[in-house]
């Protein structure tokens, strides 16, 4: 079936630190490719997502591109901030065609804590 | 704000017993999704419902049920509920193309 893999956390930076996450998926069809963020106690935000391959998502600083041939997804930002703290999740969705906007169930990595100090 | 409503934010029941979790989409929206997230589980889809009927199942329990109303509002029904069934439970709402809002979530905790 589909999976997702995030990297082994937790993840502790300082500020202005280079992040990476990695993320690699298995899927069949044509998955759609997301990261969502959740802060202590609230729901998960949709940070960013790539409908095909070649695709580069971003939003806030963060960038993740979409890499069909080594089917990974790494969530990256140049220069984190304290207010960066929080859970991140990459997932995936499977559409009918490539490069199709109609999504179904979300299945999630387990998910990596980011911890950024001063 | 992600526009989608859950109610209660928390709630504390025992072994045995049955509650119900609601879901309000944001607006225009006719999908709506059910997620578990448990410390050893992760973040597990449940069910889907689109515009009343539903439209795909997860690894839901047999003791867990849903629907969705004509209003597009959404309910979760947990019964005969086991310790292994506490979790934060989440709804999130999607467009026919589009991805999913999440909501804040119920936290259930079974003494």
């Known amino acids: 079936g589909d999976s997702v893999t995030q990297m082994e956390g937790p993840v502790t930076l300082s500020e202005e630190a280079f992040l990476t996450i990695n993320c690699t998926y298995t899927?069949?069809?044509?998955?759609?490719l997301f990261w969502y963020v959740q802060y202590p106690g609230e729901g998960l935000q949709l940070l960013l997502k790539a409908t095909k391959a070649d695709d580069k998502g971003s939003n806030k600083g963060f960038e993740a591109t979409y890499r069909k041939e080594t089917t990974s997804f790494h969530l990256e930002k140049g220069s984190v901030q304290v207010s960066d703290s929080a859970v991140y999740f990459c997932?995936?969705?499977?559409?009918?065609?490539?490069?199709?906007?109609?999504?179904?169930?979300?299945?999630f990595g387990q998910g990596t804590i980011l911890t950024v100090h001063p | 704000d992600s526009g989608v409503t859950q109610t209660p934010k928390h709630l504390i029941t025992a072994t045995g017993q049955r509650v119900t979790l609601r879901c309000s989409p944001r607006s225009g929206d006719l999908s709506v999704y059910w997620y578990q997230q448990s410390l050893d589980q992760g973040l597990q889809f449940l069910i889907q419902?689109?515009?009343?009927?539903?439209?795909a199942k997860g690894n839901i329990l047999e003791r867990f049920s849903a629907q969705q109303f004509p209003d597009l509002h959404s309910e979760l029904n947990l019964s005969s509920l086991e310790l292994g069934d506490s979790a934060l439970y989440f709804c999130a709402s999607g467009a026919t193309a589009g991805p999913q809002h999440f909501g804040d979530g119920t936290r259930l905790s079974i003494l």
């Open positions: 997932a995936l969705s499977i559409s009918a065609i490539a490069g199709g906007t109609s999504y179904g169930k979300l299945t």
């Open positions: 899927a069949t069809g044509y998955p759609s």
């Open positions: 419902y689109y515009n009343g009927e539903e439209r």
